[in-house]
């Protein structure tokens, strides 16, 4: 499966930006994805994650209740919608998918998207 994230962009605390990871290659009846993010010097950590079958949802605590993630199947295309923005979202963000039910950690990731770039300033 191929990834291609977008979306990622500067802007300001409290605002919102949408990222979309659009996947193709396979169909998506028993596939989870996850949205990473890994800011500088940090290691990589869960945000989110969504099985494509039963638009289950998952969240990391750190983003519960201002992001939500959300899919598209007949665009084949997960979105991560972020509202009230903070500085410390600030990070290079993934999408990743897995055949099965959803995961917290990566490296239970098989398909990797290129991140793409969310500034969050002040």
């Known amino acids: 499966v191929q990834l291609q994230a977008s979306g990622g962009g500067l802007v300001q605390a409290g605002d919102s930006l949408r990222l979309s990871c659009a996947a193709s290659g396979r169909t998506f009846s028993s596939y989870a994805m996850g949205w990473f993010r890994q800011a500088p010097g940090m290691q990589r950590e869960f945000v989110a994650a969504?099985?494509?079958?039963?638009?289950?949802?998952y969240y990391a605590d750190a983003v519960k209740g201002r992001f939500t993630i959300s899919r598209d199947n007949a665009k084949n295309t997960v979105y991560l919608q972020m509202n009230s923005l903070k500085l410390e979202d600030t990070a290079v963000y993934y999408c990743a998918g897995k055949w099965g039910t959803y995961s917290r950690e990566g490296y239970n990731y098989l398909d990797w998207g290129q991140g793409t770039l969310v500034t969050v300033s002040s």
């Open positions: 969504i099985s494509w079958s039963t638009g289950s949802t």
